[in-house]
């Protein structure tokens, strides 16, 4: 931290831990401190560690002590994981930083810029095709080994099917398709047929591509290039023309037995494939961006990883996802310790941007979003056998609810805490305090 929010820091802690002070004073210096220590985006925080622990005993208190609501009461659990996990790592985990914001943008009455154009009701922002139920990974955060479908691939006729309807999109819709679900799709040898078919059908249509990276043939990649050196569409937004494909690489570790242990791949491999690839964008080989991504679940190791891609792949971008849980069918995010302190009551007065996506497993099943792995079945309808946008239609009439929150949609929507970026959390420092404690 610099000086001048260490002599912050210091204030807030001393009106935190005395006793003495009125509880909204020191409940206020929670939230502040939390909120500086959660934009903290680099370096170490280190904290002296009598101070460390008497924050989190009067954390404790203040929560225990007190009747609170929820909404409170989870706030204050996140402040006292935030303060745990300084004294255990000197750093925050992604995940714990977005719920510190989600909790935040409720608690001052930051509002969030979400508009539901009618076109969104009609056509999805989000393609998900599976088009085959293959992967070569075991995630421990996936549920592909949970997948009763595994190993189906969608027939070519069904594909094509498909992508026809997708063809009827309205030209001025612009919409992202991603040609895998719980799949790897490299291991696809139509992905790049694919790819082309998603170009040619529709002037908006963006294609985003999500691998574990340990299967790059060189052949796949020179056909990538070639395909997308000519595709770029123009962003109003940016002012200026991007290309029609994103390719990320779920890398998750950056150390070798730690990659071993949670994906079942070799990490030497991966890298070796992200080395040629990297080699290629520096040399102007490779006409679209790349990503590099972990799903945080450890405070020291999403720092590892993010100086680890910094240094060994400058030219690529790292990002940090936040754990989610599919839809509470998986075990090994539930388990993680700093889930435990995710502010449900906050996340249900949210929208959520996954409303608009439209997933078709490779059964033909189409899934509730990308947080629906498929284990459980909700029973909106088969793409093989019915115009998929008019599924699409019938799920955003029974999920949607009129308030645009999740928690007043039916399940599983009221209970997710999915999250993606989040733009309006990033200015907490200066905003409102104002009856924020209200009850």
Known sequence: MLIEEKTNFNSLAYKLITSSFPEKI???ALVDLITMLGNITRGTIIINNLIISKLIKSTCYLRDSFERSRQEKELLNIGEAIFLEIRDHQCLSFTTKSNLKIALTVLKGIKVNFTVKKQDLLYPRIVMIETQ????AKCSFCDYKELERKGIKMSSENLNSILNQLSKIPENHSFTVQPYRVSEPFLDKRLISICHRIFAMHPKAKVSIISNGSYIPNTLT?????????EYFFERKFQKSLPRLVLSFSLNESDPVKYKELMKLDFHRTCSNLDRLHEM????QLPFPIKLT???TDPSEDKNFMEFCRRRYPYFKAFLLKLNDWTGSNK???NVKNFSATPLSAYQKLP???WFDLSILATGKVALCCMDSGVCNFNLGDAFKENMLDIYRRKMNSYIPNTLKRG??????KGCTYSGPMSQGEHLLKTNRKNMWNK
Do not use: G, H
């Not at 139920?133 to 070569?136: D, E, G, P, Q, V």
């Not at 964008?281 to 102007?284: A, C, H, L, Q, Y």
């Not at 007043?408 to 929507?413: F, K």
């Open 26 to 28: 020191r409940l206020d």
């Open 222 to 230: 020179k056909e990538l290039s070639d395909l997308c050196r000519k």
């Open 281 to 284: 964008f520096t040399s102007n």
């Open 408 to 413: 007043s949609s039916i399940d599983p929507c």
């Open 133 to 136: 139920a293959i992967c070569n």
């Open 294 to 296: 972990r799903v945080s």
């Open 352 to 354: 959520c941007q996954r």
């Open 332 to 334: 090994f995010s539930q």
